[in-house]
């Protein structure tokens, strides 16, 4: 699914009209956008918060905050999550996502 498609789900999923959107990222390049960014100096963990979004090739996340530790590539996220890829989507409570292996355990989750 390309990536303005998956936005359009994460959207529709969560009952919002969808922001525009530029190109995708790469497989190995990632963007992320919220309200307020923060990034820890001592864990160098960036931390997301309101509407909240982590993209990468054609996997799109959204949450009201997302945890994004780039050491290990791995995300969480809390708070109206959704999540698009390819033709799978869903949303959910909350979530933790392997961004490289893209391998998602969420909580309290309805698949589409």
């Known amino acids: ?13 969560l009952g919002q009209v969808p922001p525009a ?13 919220a309200d307020l960014l923060r ?9 997301l918060h309101g509407h909240a979004t982590l993209r ?11 945890t994004y530790d780039p050491e290990t590539r791995t995300a969480e996220a809390l708070g109206q999550v959704a999540l698009a890829d390819g033709l799978l989507g869903g949303v959910a ?7 490289d292996h893209k391998v998602a355990t969420l909580k309290g989750a309805r698949m589409f």
Do not use: F, W, Y
């Not at 990468?56 to 997302?66: F, H, N, Y």
């Not at 409570?93 to 392997?98: A, R, T, V």
């Open 93 to 99: 409570e909350q979530l933790k996502l392997d961004v």
């Open 39 to 47: 990034i820890d100096a001592k864990t160098r963990h960036t931390l």
């Open 56 to 66: 990468t090739g054609g996997l799109l996340l959204r949450a009201d905050d997302i």
């Open 1 to 13: 699914m390309p990536a303005p498609l998956a936005h359009l789900v994460c959207s529709l999923l």
């Open 21 to 33: 959107l530029g190109p995708a990222p790469g497989p190995n390049e990632l963007e992320t956008t």
